[in-house]
């Protein structure tokens, strides 16, 4: 987020998440920190590792249906050979050989599904790595914008602290002394806001006054 995203509004009731904020102002001042290009291509490693893929449970399922059929079609056959031996009846022995047909037409299909099953646990294994590693490079990326955080907040915290001090109508003797609309009228005379921050305080004499003390543009209302 950038220090606008944390200011556009500026009114009372005013909630900030302070200190990444005060990060925010950091960066619009040019500051950097010294994990930042390793902070750039730990999130490059991430973006690139790829999201999980589907389980294999379907294509379990579909052996199981394909092995069910096996075994329906294996009885038919062995039915129907029974009654042959018994009768020799010609239309049993043409029914009996389609019987035979689509039995070998299923243990073809299942032979596919199998395939197809361990493909689908191949690629759950690979899902699993790359969930691994994503969750490591998660971590990874977490810590180190923690410590880049750091490092901006302790380079703009002694601006913030006097500008929160010396806000009009402020009775704060520093930035985390101040209330939601100090706080932010102090982020943005620190950082640098090129888009106009709406002032729905009443803080300032005119909208003049608010950009001559924040060093920004305003739109009061």
């Given at each position: 987020?950038?220090?606008?995203?944390?200011?556009?509004?500026?009114?009372?009731?005013?909630?900030?998440?302070?200190?990444?904020?005060?990060?925010a102002?950091?960066?619009?001042?040019?500051?950097?920190?010294?994990?930042?290009?390793?902070?750039?291509?730990?999130?490059?490693?991430?973006?690139?590792?790829?999201?999980?893929?589907?389980?294999?449970?379907?294509?379990?399922?579909?052996?199981?249906?394909?092995?069910?059929?096996?075994?329906?079609?294996?009885?038919?056959?062995?039915?129907?050979?029974?009654?042959?031996?018994?009768?020799g009846?010609?239309?049993?022995?043409?029914?009996?050989?389609?019987?035979?047909?689509?039995?070998?037409?299923?243990?073809?299909?299942?032979?596919?599904?199998?395939?197809?099953?361990?493909?689908?646990?191949?690629?759950?294994?690979?899902?699993?790595?790359?969930?691994?590693?994503?969750?490591?490079?998660?971590?990874?990326?977490?810590?180190?914008?923690?410590?880049?955080?750091?490092?901006?907040?302790?380079?703009?915290?002694?601006?913030?602290?006097?500008?929160?001090?010396?806000?009009?109508?402020?009775?704060?003797?520093?930035?985390?002394?101040?209330?939601?609309?100090?706080?932010?009228?102090?982020?943005?005379?620190?950082?640098?806001?090129?888009?106009?921050?709406?002032?729905?305080?009443?803080?300032f004499?005119?909208?003049?006054?608010a950009?001559?003390?924040?060093?920004?543009?305003?739109?009061?209302?």
């Open positions: 987020m950038s220090l606008y995203d944390h200011v556009a509004v500026v009114a009372p009731g005013l909630s900030l998440d302070r200190r990444t904020a005060l990060a102002a950091a960066r619009s001042r040019g500051a950097t920190a010294s994990v930042d290009a390793e902070l750039r291509a730990a999130r490059e490693r991430l973006a690139a590792v790829g999201e999980p893929v589907p389980s294999s449970a379907t294509a379990r399922q579909r052996l199981a249906e394909a092995e069910a059929g096996i075994e329906r079609q294996r009885e038919r056959v062995a039915t129907l050979r029974g009654r042959l031996a018994e009768t009846d010609e239309s049993l022995e043409t029914e009996y050989r389609r019987a035979v047909r689509e039995l070998s037409e299923l243990e073809t299909e299942r032979a596919a599904a199998e395939e197809r099953l361990e493909r689908a646990r191949e690629r759950a294994r690979e899902a699993r790595d790359a969930r691994e590693r994503r969750l490591r490079l998660r971590d990874r990326v977490d810590n180190l914008e923690r410590t880049a955080r750091a490092e901006l907040v302790e380079a703009v915290r002694p601006a913030a602290d006097e500008a929160a001090a010396s806000a009009p109508d402020g009775t704060a003797a520093s930035f985390d002394d101040a209330d939601g609309v100090t706080a932010a009228l102090a982020l943005v005379r620190v950082g640098v806001v090129r888009t106009p921050v709406v002032l729905a305080c009443r803080r004499a005119d909208a003049a006054s950009e001559a003390w924040l060093e920004s543009p305003v739109i009061r209302l």
